[in-house]
């Protein structure tokens, strides 16, 4: 017979896989459609291995890819909230609240803490890890949006100074990165992928 709390591990990890299901506003690179949560969590996992290394502060690789792996299992209930759509983003943390205490409670109590503190630490972004987690959030969907000729930015008419201001806040957690990030911005404007 299977333990209420094994019943409960595994109605969690079914219920992650609609994951799969929420489509965000980035394309994948070979493919003419957009990536869905389950990829983006697995791709910042795999970043974390290959770049915590350019971390401005030391980080517990193993903690930030917890981090990334879940900070966005809560847009099964709140929905992927678009990082440039403003009147969206003024309800995205109350619905995300609501989103966690659901999803994360399924789980048994040692684990349901743990994984509602991952995920505050994320959206609190306080921590060396957190703000390393949150960089890597950023360049991913960068890094595909202008290896695909800046395709989300050029459907929403998003301007270059949005994006900077997106990725800034998080420039001192890697020199190595932001001025990847930099680059990738100043050349999407003067292609002309993003508005000036």
């Known amino acids: 017979m299977v333990s209420e709390r094994l019943k409960k591990q595994l109605d969690f990890m079914l219920e992650l896989d609609k994951m799969k299901n929420l489509y965000r506003q980035t394309y994948v690179l070979h493919e003419d459609r957009k990536e869905n949560d389950a990829e983006h969590s697995w791709h910042l996992a795999i970043m974390t291995m290959l770049l915590s290394e350019y971390s401005a502060e030391p980080v517990d690789a193993l903690h930030v890819m917890k981090m990334v792996l879940i900070h966005d299992v809560v847009e099964i209930d709140a929905g992927d909230t678009y990082c440039y759509d403003a009147e ?3 309800s995205k943390a109350e619905r995300e609240e609501k989103a966690a205490q659901r999803i994360f409670g399924m789980l048994p ?30 360049l991913q969907p960068l890094m595909l949006n202008y290896t695909k000729g800046g395709i989300s930015w050029k459907e929403h008419d998003i301007k270059m100074e949005q994006v900077m ?26 292609k002309g992928w993003l508005k000036k």
Do not use: C, P
Not at 112 to 133: C, H, I, N, Q, V
Not at 165 to 190: C, G, H, K, M, Q
């Open 109 to 138: 109590d040692d684990q349901k803490k743990e994984f509602y503190e991952l995920w505050r630490e994320f959206e609190d972004s306080e921590t060396a890890d957190a703000r390393f987690a949150a960089l890597i959030d950023r």
């Open 165 to 190: 201001a997106r990725n800034s806040e998080y420039f001192s957690s890697s020199e190595a990165l932001a001025e990847v990030i930099t680059e990738l911005i100043n050349d999407a404007a003067e």
């Open 88 to 90: 969206g983003n003024k």
